[in-house]
């Protein structure tokens, strides 16, 4: 993560969010969620899609074989 002069955002709980679009880029959520990793010293993390905090939907029952699909991911490094 960095913040807007390019920096990275070390050591800090970022905010996380994934939110699943079916059939186009701005189609319907079939599937949100958020997660709430900490930063390395360089401003990285890791997630895992599918195993943070759910808003939207299920994950274990998306239907794949209904795509296409498209993940946005949204990031607040404050």
Known sequence: ??????????NT?????F???Q?????TVVYA????PTT???GLFTVEVGSGTPGTGTFSVIDW??????LEVGLDPA
Not at 23 to 27: D, K, P, Q
Not at 33 to 36: A, G
């Open 1 to 10: 993560a960095r913040d807007a002069g390019g920096d990275p955002v070390a």
């Open 13 to 17: 709980t970022v905010g996380v969010q």
């Open 19 to 21: 939110q699943l679009h």
């Open 23 to 27: 059939s186009t880029a701005g189609g």
């Open 33 to 36: 969620e958020t997660h709430s």
């Open 40 to 42: 390395n010293d360089l």
């Open 65 to 70: 074989s209904a795509g296409p699909y498209f």
